[in-house]
């Protein structure tokens, strides 16, 4: 009987390290998963990981530019991240003259490191755990809340340069504040051609296996006291507090794993009847949309460099979610996930209604939340459907944005230098705008946009032939959809110009679509997302409660977490199994496909053909990407994967597409993120690109891996 039980505790041991594990913790809470980290593999201690009183590794990761994660990986404020999360600022630099999307740049010193206006990077000083705080004054109305939130956070920062900011977390159960270092002065260092760091395109895009070099790089410059400061020519190089050495060792399936960065959003805890409707009804209309779009534009990329280097980075923005999406919902129905919320339903009603005490706070609360999609979950579809049409439908909608401002408050300006400082600001913004901008795409994808959107919301109130007439009067008439007639308008700005923009076709479109959005559509989503939000808190605090031995994890919301799990591969469907790495020779294979996805320059294939590796190989190979177990989600872009040492193995860029669910619920056996093998990101820069000095800034950490 012994022998039995040593036998059972031995297997469970052996097989504990196999299982993906889900969940996005948050660093200050790291120690309560030290153990269970080490126990696959990872040498560090919590304090490592997260420290406010000294360095620690949290110090080098930060938030870039508000919706990626980044790096520091040099003591001079080198960041690395992926070359998609740098793509508006590559593509922003870039003109016929200089093609640096097609061939790439790298500044060959600092003095050749180009600015971003408005580009930012964020260090995390501390996380404060704020609950019983604001919990603990009573109050529950939102107005009471926020005030008190902003003298916490007021307080918090007083006397300092830092920023800082309170979120919820769990829906309301619990607070956290975050104390902020916000750099200013991001400054675009070098980039791989598209040929590498988009390599595959929208074909391999959320697909394994990939061969994408996602990386691109930027330097954080500061004042001479080393603390933030907007740009000037005087800023200097940012000497970080902590920054990744680079591991060189060599990898193997079941090496530990850790990602460390800022995910976006999840929505683990949904209701069943929300999930169906996301998956039967939101998303493909979504879908629908972007079908669209992408169709107009990819046939101009494929026509005219022009139209390539104008439409690059909105096509990456657009097609991204978009292929997302698709992968999301197969996902989801082959995991049969609304039956097994369903179930999972099922088991917390049965829990609250078999005690007295849980049943009056948790009985109802499913019940109430399928009641609520059945009768408002129409807010939440026509206020999607706006976001699709407002914010990636015709471009010129941006431009009435930008001149409300104009628009609305001229007889305000004091005097007529006050006007002219607006107007010339408009007037370069403008010329941006129209930089990126073809009138003969943004017209079809009116035409095609403003008949579906009108059609999926049910607005019937034009005939396709008369948004055509529509469209055909805009686009040959509006000061808002051409460069010559816009710039005329804008510079002879005066108090009748009001009417003339009032009366405008272009612009009488879009305010009367969008004030109905604004003082219908969005207040009415408000209020059901209200309303869900104050059930979902209920909800949450009944499943920590009732069943507290489960693994629980807030959502994410866009502040720093921590994911852990190993390099593997994975076997997403019956008879396909995953390799946990690609290397050189794959993106050669898929080059010689033919598609035009897997485009490469001549140097790509010169290297491959002599083999010339150098230090960046393991075993003769050239290791590009792997996949790892490790749960993430968009904002997880650029994120550090760290091996057990904290040393930094490659770059979170993407999941593969049977993971893309995991946004809604986590497969442990299916869901597997992908990353960039940082030693591939070296040889670019220097094999292929000539960029050693930047490799030569880095800490490179070398030896093999002892053998299993």
């Known amino acids: 009987m012994k022998t039995f039980f040593f036998c059972i505790t031995l297997f469970l041991i052996l097989i504990s390290p196999l299982r993906a594990d889900e969940g996005m913790l948050i660093p200050s809470l790291i120690s ?180 994408t070099g996602d990386f691109s790089v930027f330097r954080i410059y500061v004042g001479k006291d080393n603390k933030p400061a907007p740009y000037s020519i005087e800023n200097v190089p940012y000497v970080p507090i902590h920054f990744l050495p680079i591991s060189f060792k060599n990898r193997k399936q079941g090496d530990f794993t850790m990602v460390y960065g800022f995910p976006g959003s999840t929505e683990q805890h949904v209701v069943s009847s929300y999930l169906k409707f996301i998956i039967e009804k939101e998303r493909p209309a979504r879908i629908r949309m972007r079908d669209l779009s992408l169709g107009i534009i990819d046939a101009g990329m494929r026509g005219d460099d022009k139209t390539r280097i104008q439409y690059s980075a909105k096509q990456a923005s657009i097609a991204n979610s978009w292929k997302k999406w698709i992968g999301q919902i197969d996902g989801l129905k082959r995991l049969g996930a609304v039956d097994l919320k369903i179930q999972s339903e099922k088991k917390f009603e049965e829990k609250a209604n078999n005690n007295a005490d849980w049943k009056g706070k948790y009985g109802d609360v499913v019940q109430k939340m399928n009641e609520l999609v059945a009768s408002k979950i129409d807010f939440e579809f026509q206020y999607a459907l706006g976001i699709e049409y407002f914010s990636y439908g015709p471009e010129y909608f941006k431009l009435i944005r930008g001149i409300n401002d104009l628009i609305i408050n001229y007889g305000k300006y004091k005097d007529k230098n006050e006007i002219q400082s607006v107007i010339d600001k408009l007037k370069i913004s403008a010329e941006g705008f129209f930089k990126n901008y073809d009138e003969t795409i943004d017209k079809r994808i009116f035409d095609l946009l403003t008949i579906e959107y009108f059609s999926q919301i049910g607005n019937l109130s034009m005939s396709e032939n008369e948004i055509i007439a529509l469209s055909t009067t805009i686009y040959s008439q509006s000061v808002l959809t051409n460069k010559e007639r816009f710039m005329l308008f804008i510079s002879n700005y005066t108090d009748s110009s009001k009417s003339i923009i009032e009366n405008d076709p272009g612009f009488l479109h879009y305010t009367k679509l969008i004030s109905k959005f604004r003082s219908e559509t969005s207040p009415a989503f408000q209020s059901f997302n209200v309303e869900m939000t104050t059930l979902l808190k209920r909800y949450v605090e009944g499943k920590k409660v009732m069943f507290p031995n489960e693994k629980h994890w807030p959502d994410a919301n866009s502040t720093l977490r921590i994911s852990y799990g190993k390099l593997e591969g994975s076997s997403p469907a019956d008879g396909m199994m995953y390799t946990e790495h690609t290397t050189l020779d794959g993106i050669i294979a898929k080059y010689n496909s033919g598609n035009p996805d897997f485009e490469l320059l001549p140097r790509m294939l010169d290297l491959h053909k002599t083999k010339d590796y150098g230090q960046y190989a393991q075993n003769g190979e050239l290791w590009v990407c792997f996949t790892g177990s490790n749960h993430t989600t968009g904002g997880n872009s650029g994120s550090p994967v760290l091996d057990k040492n904290g040393h930094l193995m490659g770059l979170n860029f993407d999941r593969t597409w049977e993971s893309t669910m995991s946004d809604y619920m986590f497969d442990a056996n299916r869901c597997r993120n992908v990353v960039v093998d940082i030693r591939y990101v070296l040889w670019v820069m220097d094999k292929y690109s000539g960029a050693k000095h930047l490799v030569d800034e880095m800490k490179l950490v070398k030896g093999k891996s002892k053998k299993s």
């Open 32 to 211: 309560a998963f030290e153990s269970d980290m080490k126990a696959k593999g990872m040498k560090l201690s919590a304090q490592d990981i997260y420290n406010v009183n000294k360095a620690s590794i949290k110090d080098a990761i930060l938030q870039f530019g508000g919706g990626c994660t980044a790096e520091l990986v040099s003591n001079q404020g080198l960041l690395l991240t992926n070359h998609h999360c740098g793509y508006s600022q590559i593509q922003s630099h870039s003109s016929l003259e200089k093609d640096y999307l097609k061939f790439g740049f790298w500044a060959k010193n600092k003095q050749e490191e180009l600015t971003n206006p408005g580009l930012t990077a964020v260090r995390i000083v501390r996380i404060e755990d704020v609950t019983k705080l604001i919990l603990g004054l009573g109050k529950t109305d939102e107005a009471s809340i926020q005030t008190f939130i902003k003298e916490l956070t007021s307080k918090a920062v007083a006397g300092t340069h830092y920023e800082a900011e309170i979120k919820p977390f769990n829906y309301g159960n619990d607070y956290y504040m975050m104390v902020k270092e916000v750099f200013l002065d991001v400054r675009f260092v070098g980039t791989p051609p598209n040929s590498i760091g988009k390599f595959g395109g929208d074909t391999d895009n959320w697909v394994w296996p990939r061969h």
